[in-house]
C-alpha cells in the first residue's frame, strides 16, 4: 500500500512496499528539465544532473559516490526529461539508509567545483555532437522546434553548445536552489 508522508519543509515522500523482494529503490524526482529554462541557459537541468555525481559534503568525489554504492552492488543512474530530472539508486533493502543518505547529500549539496563543472561541460558537448550525428535525434528536436518555435518547449534538453559554455557557476547554483530546495 502506498504511503506518503509530506516533511515540514514541503518535501513530499512515497513509499511503495512491495512483498517477496529483497531490493529498495531510492527515487528522487524534480520537476526541471528544459521547458522550465529560459533561452539563455538552456541546458541547464542537464549539466546539474551531470553534476550531481561530481561531490558532495559527506561524498566529497565522483569516485567516493560510485565506490560507495558499487561496494553494496547498487545500480545507479540519472536522466533529465523536458519536465523532469531523475535520480535513481537500486540496492539491497538493508543499505535503504546508505542508498538513501547518498541521494539526498548529492541533490541537496552538490560541491559545483569549477573545475567539475569544465570537465561535465566537456562531456555535455560531446554528447550534443553525438545527437547532433544522429539523424533521428536531430529530425526529432528540429521537428519540435519547427513545432513549437523559440519557446521551451522547441528548445533541445541538453541544450547547445553556445548554451552550455555560458552556464556560470553561479548559474547553476540559482537552479539548484530554484527546482532542488522544497518550499518551507
Known amino acids: 500500500m502506498l504511503k506518503k508522508l509530506t516533511l515540514k519543509n514541503g518535501l513530499r515522500v ?23 529554462e529560459s533561452s539563455s ?3 541547464i537541468s542537464h549539466l546539474l544532473e551531470h553534476l550531481l555525481f561530481r561531490g ?9 559516490i560510485s565506490r560507495r554504492l558499487d561496494e553494496i552492488g547498487g545500480f545507479y543512474n540519472a536522466s533529465t526529461s523536458k519536465e523532469v ?12 539508509a546508505l542508498a538513501s543518505q547518498i541521494v539526498a547529500d548529492m541533490v541537496k549539496n552538490p560541491l559545483l567545483r569549477a573545475k567539475d563543472i569544465q570537465q561535465e561541460k566537456k562531456i555535455v558537448l560531446e554528447e550534443i555532437h553525438m ?3 544522429d539523424p533521428r535525434a536531430t529530425v526529432f528536436d528540429l521537428w519540435e522546434k519547427l ?20 552556464i556560470s557557476r553561479a548559474d547553476l547554483r540559482h537552479h539548484h536552489r530554484d527546482f532542488f530546495v522544497p518550499r518551507a
Not at 530530472?85 to 535503504?96: D, P, W
Request: glycine letters at 10%; charged letters at 15%.
Open 14 to 36: 512515497l513509499f511503495f512496499p512491495m512483498a517477496n523482494t529483497q531490493a529498495v529503490t531510492v527515487l528522487f524526482l524534480t520537476q526541471t528539465g528544459s521547458k522550465f
Open 41 to 43: 541557459i538552456n541546458g
Open 56 to 64: 558532495t559534503r559527506k561524498f566529497p568525489g565522483s569516485s567516493i
Open 85 to 96: 530530472l531523475k535520480v535513481i539508486v537500486k540496492a539491497g533493502s538493508e543499505n535503504l
Open 131 to 133: 545527437m547532433e550525428d
Open 147 to 166: 513545432l513549437y518555435g523559440d519557446q521551451p518547449a522547441g528548445r533541445p534538453i541538453a541544450g547547445s553548445a553556445e548554451t552550455v559554455q555560458k
